[in-house]
């Protein structure tokens, strides 16, 4: 689950009531936990965070100290405690005990456990279901190591000999979950860290002297290296574990160390107290001062990366949210309560004061908007920039979910072509008339003018003077004769009034097939009708704007509502029209939607049987 490392795509607070959601979910989860344990995960008085990763695992921490539960869905279905949290409350899950360090070995490597590496109580093994969450420890010590789902249920396992694997992990001591918050405080880290895998044959793989007297052991390791289906699969060899300089360490006794010394060692393993691991390390707490400089600079590398002139005036509130927070480092959780302003008015007010921007309060909605930026202030000329490394996605995995992407994947977007209104802005900043544009795109070349001309008005940053070119670009032949021409426009709407003035075009692609088509992308119609004999007949058109085949897709329809259906040519109009038998037109809505990706706001319903 944590193999490969995944920077979070977002990290903000639990709300109050995303904060009870996540507490009952958890005791639902895990019955075992008393109230007291959840407040000993989960402390009332303490922030949670929640990280969301873009493989859809959301994983929630305790500010300030350290993750204490995943969630692989992000729907709060599959959650699981992290390490972390089993250490503080070791009896949160049932937990398999392992026979001993040579199998411990291979699941703090990232291999998943087997049954033979299982070791099995006087009284036989215990009951479970398929899919439940156990964790994994080491005889005679409370602490456990990792945590996962199991594969098969405990009567399946022992008709099956207790072969086989016993549990998916999903989060092992040492992971990437673990080293991402390497740095905070975590109890007793540093003593487990030396323990287990300053241990050299924990990491590297026992000699051929070796004589390991647990011939269970060596089932569960023989099988783990030589079996070769599906019971294999996400296994580890023990010569692919890393044995960087922090890890692999050098024995007196050229490494000849059993597996019962192995085992004595990581029995010693203490679990810290329950209440140390909610405070938060004074070393990593980040001061007053340092916060009001982290918020200096975060501001000054949004003005620098993302806040454009064109942007202004902006929100607070949005400057905030959109500009300032995405500039954080990672990991980071930026609070400005917490700072010497403690309010972000009063924040926004001292950079105001200081020169770099110029604010106003909006009266009406009680909030500070920014309206220009002195690029020329000596903080903003002297801050440089961090240029963010642009992580390289892995090119098998890219190769494989390209793959397996389906060929209905569509993808819409409408581009607009300059007109004759409009050519002499294009013309005037140097860009080609010829070319088809964005919105976005064509924003930024009228603004591209503006600049040029300074025609933005001294006394009014948020409006734009308008001269003789722009004004006929954006009002020739839409102003009623005997109306008098604007001389000014604000800078929120002259992006919008310029791309109304250009030609519309629109581009559709799926998969491998691109089209690019003149005028605004039509829409999809599906009509539902009576026809004789009280019997209701649905119509459905328009699916080649969006590159669907009609044959295909009456074929598939004819499948998926067990009907007849037809294809036949449009009357008096150009495409085909696809009749399926019965009223299925919000099905047949939901299915282009969830099938073939055509947004809602292009398929128009019409229902005739309703009266």
């Not at 050229?254 to 405070?279: F, M, Q, R, Y």
């Amino acid at each position: 689950m944590f193999k490969k490392a995944v920077e979070a795509k977002s990290q903000q607070r639990l709300s109050g009531a995303d904060r009870k959601k996540l507490k009952r979910t958890v005791k639902d989860k895990f019955p075992r936990a008393s109230d007291s344990d959840l407040d000993t995960l989960l402390p009332p008085k303490v922030e949670i965070t929640v990280a969301k990763f873009q493989t859809r695992v959301h994983v929630y921490a305790v500010e300030g100290g350290f993750p204490v539960f995943f969630d692989i869905d992000g729907r709060g279905s599959d959650i699981f405690p992290t390490v972390y949290a089993l250490w503080m409350v070791p009896d949160l899950l049932p937990a398999f005990i392992l026979k001993g360090g040579e199998v411990s070995r291979y699941v703090i490597g990232g291999a998943d456990l087997m049954f033979p590496g299982i070791l099995v109580p006087p009284e036989g093994l215990p009951s479970f279901a398929a899919g439940e969450t156990w964790a994994v420890k080491v005889p005679e010590n409370p602490a456990p190591i990792a945590v996962g789902s199991t594969t098969v249920s405990s009567a399946e396992a022992l008709k099956a000999g207790l072969r086989g694997k016993a549990l998916r992990i999903t989060h092992y001591y040492r992971d990437l979950l673990w080293e991402s918050v390497e740095g905070r405080y975590v109890p007793n880290a540093g003593f487990l860290e030396d323990v287990v895998f300053g241990h050299p044959s924990l990491l590297s793989p026992p000699s051929h002297d070796s004589d390991l007297t647990d011939a269970a052991c060596e089932t569960s390791i023989d099988q783990q290296n030589n079996a070769k289906s599906d019971e294999a699969e996400g296994l580890l060899d023990v010569n692919e574990l890393p044995s960087d300089s922090s890890h692999a360490l050098t024995t007196p006794n050229n490494g000849e160390i059993t597996a019962d010394e192995i085992t004595a060692g990581v029995v010693d393993l203490k679990l810290p107290d329950s209440d140390s691991p909610n405070e938060p390390n004074d070393q990593h707490t980040l001061s007053t001062s340092d916060i009001d400089l982290l918020l200096d600079k975060c501001l000054l590398q949004a003005l620098h990366t993302t806040l454009k002139d064109k942007d202004l005036p902006i929100p607070g509130s949005t400057l905030w949210s959109n500009h300032v927070l995405p500039c954080r480092p990672s990991g980071i959780t930026l609070d400005i309560k917490k700072s010497s302003h403690k309010k972000l008015s009063k924040w926004l007010q001292a950079k105001a004061s200081s020169g770099l921007i110029s604010v106003k309060e909006d009266k009406h909605k009680k909030e500070v908007v920014l309206f220009s930026v002195n690029r020329k202030h000596a903080d903003y000329s002297s801050f440089k920039p961090e240029k963010r490394p642009v992580e390289k996605p892995d090119q098998s995995s890219v190769q494989s979910v390209n793959e397996t992407r389906s060929s209905k994947t569509l993808e819409v977007a409408e581009i607009y072509k300059p007109s004759v209104h409009v050519n002499p802005i294009f013309s005037s900043v140097g860009a080609d008339t010829g070319k088809l544009y964005t919105a976005s795109e064509a924003t930024d070349i009228v603004f591209a003018y503006v600049e040029k001309e300074n025609l933005v008005k001294p006394i009014n940053k948020s409006l734009v003077i308008l001269d003789a070119t722009l004004c006929d670009a954006l009002f020739k032949g839409a102003i009623k004769k005997g109306t008098t021409y604007p001389t000014e426009i604000h800078k929120k709407d002259i992006g919008q009034t310029f791309v109304n003035r250009m030609q519309p075009h629109h581009v559709v692609t799926r998969g491998n097939e691109s089209v690019v088509r003149k005028g605004a992308l039509k829409t999809i119609q599906i009509m539902t009708e009576r026809r004789q004999g009280n019997k209701k007949v649905t119509k459905l058109s328009g699916m080649e704007s969006f590159l669907i085949d009609g044959e295909a897709l009456a074929s598939e329809l004819q499948k998926k509502f067990a009907c007849s259906t037809t294809v036949g040519e449009l009357p008096g109009k150009k495409g085909q029209e696809v009749l399926v038998q019965g009223g299925v037109i919000d099905d047949l809505g939901r299915h282009l939607v969830e099938q073939y990706g055509v947004p809602k706001r292009f398929i128009e319903v019409l229902d005739k049987t309703k009266r």
